[in-house]
Each structure stands twice: as C-alpha cells, then as structure tokens.
DNA sequence: CTCAATTTAATTGAGTTCAACTAATTATAG
DNA sequence: CTATAATTAGTTGAACTCAATTAAATTGAG
C-alpha cells in the first residue's frame, strides 16, 4: 500500500530499458565493425557521408544529435584513416565541410553486409521493429 | 532502382534512432540531477540501492546491465558523497558488498519527483509508453 | 589434498559524450 | 560604417563505457 517511492523503481522507469537496451545494440555491431577498424560513432557518421558525399560538421552534428565535442575527434580519426578530408569553408570561414574520400567510398562496398547480420540480433519480428522504430522517432521528434 | 545500399541508410535504421533517443532522454534528467548533484548514472545506482539496501557489486552490475569498470568509479563517487558504503564480503573476499547509508535513505526523499517531472518530456501517451516498454525489455531479454 | 579453472573486482587505455568556454567569422541594428 | 549579437568549430575537463588485463579468492577434478 506504501506506493508512495514506487516511481523510483528501476523497473517502473521508461528511460532505464531505453539507456540499457541502446548501448547493448550498439554492442551487437562491435564485431563486425572491428573488421572494418572502426567504431560505432565513425559508422554512422560513415553512413551520412555515404549519403551526402559533402557535408558541414554542424550538418553532420544535428543529423547524428551529436554536437561538435563529439563530431570533431571523431571527424579527425575518420581523416586519418583516410575515408574523409576536412576543408574551411572558404565562402563561410566559419564552417568546416568534411568529404568523402575514394578510400571512404570503397568502405561503403565492406559494410554493406554489416544491418542485414546484425538485424536478427534484435529479437523483434517486422511488426514490433516497425513499432518500435516510430515511437523512438516520436520521442527524438518530441524532444526539444 | 540502386537499392543495394539502402540498408546503410540512416533513416532505415533500427539501432539509431535507439542509440539517439536514449542520449536525448537522459539529457533530460540532468537539470533534476544537477540538483542532487549526481549523475544518471548515480541516479540508476542509488534506485538500485533504495530497494536493496544491500548488494553486491556484480548483482548491481547485472541489474543495471555495466560491468565493474564502470560501476567501480560510480560507487567510489557514490561512497565519496556518503550515500553507499563498500565492504568486502567475509564469506567471500572476492566479492564487494554497498551498503546504502542513512545518508543514502535520506537522498531518495529529494528524488521522489524526479520521475513526474521527467515523464511529461518522452512525448508519448500511456499507452504508446507502455508499448515502448514492452518492446524495450523485449529487445533486452532476447540480447545475450 | 593439490593444482588448474573459474569467479570477482579493480585497473588500464581508448573512445565517447556533453557542458562550458574560447576564438574567429558573419550578420545585423542603429 | 560600427558596435553588438549570433554562429560555428574547436578545446577542455569530468564522467561514462567497455574490452582486455590483473590479482586475489574460491571451486572442483583427479
């Protein structure tokens, strides 16, 4: 009857699972990343690139909600492995665009088995990941 | 037609918007935290303790899904403030048990409304929350 | 019993994350 | 034009995360 700390419980938070069931995804990625010698952070900063081919560190930042103390070491480990380069914006010299390079474009043809393997690790069928991939995309679009 | 790398698109992403949407729930904690002067991580801990009372170091760490060279700096900051206390079991030096401390009791009364302060900032309904949940844990208990 | 395997915390090192701050540049109000 | 405000990257410092390793203690096979 005593309900009065029951939303101090662990297992009546929404933001817990969501905190742990994150960085164990992430986790599932690591072997197959280890092969391509590159981190979570620098693939999905890889899969813009593949994208966009050129893009601003501020562009970058809010499409990956990350902001430029993330962006920028990460950025300057994906040059020296050689799959972008950096350049000051000469019209704004405020701004920095990153490219991808030939060597970041040929990763590309590495990776392209890496959300197929991973997929079945998640333990959902299509429906539930649909579900799923909404809410999480209602929350990040709420949030503000 | 060239649909041979959609699935390295970031918007066909499961793990992403996962990945995101956590850093940016827990962003949301920190103005509470601030107050408290702790950290979510702390935040996660110090439940843990205000139902256990008393438990080890790898039972914390299985619970809240980190190992020990995460939970080891959490509780040494956690002992520091005076909320934990660490022994060493003598049944079984191997392992370390926390305490919670009067201290500790007395910091769960400053955190009661924390949760309702939070819970309006996910953006979902009931009942798209509790879908989440499910979903969550789900993904959670299918990992390993 | 005895020694190899296992368990448990702790440590180390690399990378991530973010708040706060700085420096440089650009935009704008007056 | 000029002073102020806003924008953009970068730096710094603190904390987190995890893989790999270490050290100590316990367990178990023979």
């Not at 981190?39 to 562009?59: C, D, N, P, R």
Request: glycine content about 4%; some cysteine.
């Amino acid at each position: 009857m005593d309900k009065k700390y029951d939303a101090l419980k662990l297992e009546n938070q929404l933001c817990f699972p969501l905190y742990a069931a994150a960085r164990e995804v992430v986790k599932r990625y690591h072997p197959y990343l280890d092969e391509l010698d590159i981190t979570y952070t620098q693939y999905i900063t890889m899969m813009v690139m593949w994208e966009e081919k050129e893009i601003t560190v501020k562009a970058l930042g809010e499409k990956l909600f990350l902001d430029s103390g993330t962006m920028t070491p990460v950025l300057k480990s994906l040059e020296a492995k050689g799959y972008v380069t950096r350049k000051r914006s000469t019209t704004d010299e405020r701004s920095v665009s990153v490219f991808l390079t030939d060597s970041g474009e040929a990763l590309k043809e590495k990776a392209v088995d890496i959300p197929a393997k991973v997929a079945g690790c998640v333990g959902l069928d299509g429906e539930e990941a649909l579900q799923l991939y909404r809410l999480l995309y209602k929350v990040l679009n709420t949030e503000k």
